[in-house]
C-alpha cells in the first residue's frame, strides 16, 4: 500500500529565507507528482505538476522536483513571504489514484 | 468558470440523520472526486466518478455512505444513517484528465455529527 510521508510536519520561518518541503512515498513507482496549498478552513489549490516524462516544474518562486529511482520529491520555496503561510500537500499516483501526504504546516513571520 | 462549487458548507447534524452534500464540478471536466480529510486520516479518497459513471468506489467506508452523479454537472454524497465518526470535512475534485491533469478542489463541507 503506498503511504507519502512529508517532512518536517511543520515549519515556522522568517520572512526572506528560503525553504525545502519533502516528500517521499513507499512506493517509488510514481507516475505523475503534484504539490497542493490548503489554507485554513479551504480546499486545496493545485501549485504545481509535475507529469510522468518530467523531473521538476517551475512556477514563479516555487520549484518541485522528482527523483522516481528514491520517490522522493522536494518543494522549493524561494524568498519566503508572509502569505505562503498555508499548509503543503502532495501528492503522487501509481495506479489510478491520487495519495495524499499529511502536509507541512508552514508559517512565515514578519 | 466559479470552479468547483459544493453545498453545504457547514452541515451540523445528529446521529441517525441523513446527511446530503452536494457538488457541481468545473464545466468540461470529465473526472470528480469525493475526498475527506480528518486530523488522523488526513485526505482519503472515497469515490470517483469518470463522465458520470462511478469507476472506484473501494474508498467508501461502509454501506451508509453512497454517491450519485446524475448529470455532468451535479453529484450528491449521502450517508444515511450519519454517526459521529463520520465527522470531517468533505471535498469534491474534479480534473479533465486522470491524474495527468490538475486537480481543482472545492472549498469543502464540514460536517459535525452530534
Known amino acids: 500500500k503506498q503511504e507519502v510521508t512529508q517532512i518536517p510536519a511543520a515549519l515556522s520561518v522568517p520572512e526572506g529565507e528560503n525553504l525545502v518541503l519533502n516528500c517521499s512515498f513507499t512506493?517509488?513507482?510514481?507516475?505523475?507528482l503534484q504539490w497542493f496549498r490548503q489554507d485554513p478552513g479551504k480546499g486545496l489549490t493545485s501549485l504545481l505538476l509535475?507529469?510522468?516524462?518530467?523531473r521538476e516544474q517551475t512556477s514563479g518562486r516555487l520549484n518541485a522536483s522528482l527523483d522516481k529511482s528514491s520517490g522522493r520529491s522536494t518543494l522549493y520555496i524561494a524568498a519566503s513571504q508572509p502569505g505562503d503561510s498555508a499548509t503543503y500537500l502532495c501528492?503522487?499516483?501509481?495506479?489510478?489514484?491520487?495519495?495524499f501526504g499529511t502536509g507541512t504546516r508552514l508559517q512565515v513571520f514578519p | 468558470d466559479a470552479g468547483v462549487i459544493q453545498s453545504p458548507r457547514h452541515e451540523v447534524t445528529e446521529m441517525g440523520q441523513e446527511v446530503t452534500l452536494r457538488c457541481k464540478p468545473i464545466s468540461g471536466h470529465d473526472y470528480l472526486f469525493w475526498y475527506r480529510q480528518t486530523m488522523m486520516r488526513g485526505l482519503e479518497l472515497l469515490i470517483y466518478f469518470n463522465n458520470n459513471v462511478p469507476i472506484d468506489d473501494s474508498g467508501m467506508p461502509e454501506d451508509r455512505f453512497s454517491a450519485k452523479m446524475p448529470n455532468a454537472s451535479f453529484s450528491t454524497l449521502k450517508i444515511q444513517p450519519s454517526e459521529p465518526r463520520d465527522s470531517a470535512v468533505y471535498f469534491c475534485a474534479s480534473s479533465q484528465e486522470i491524474n495527468t491533469g490538475e486537480l481543482f478542489f472545492g472549498e469543502g463541507s464540514r460536517l459535525t455529527v452530534l
Open positions: 509535475i507529469q510522468s516524462s518530467q
Open positions: 501528492a503522487g499516483d501509481n495506479t489510478d489514484k491520487l495519495i
Open positions: 512506493d517509488s513507482a510514481i507516475y505523475n
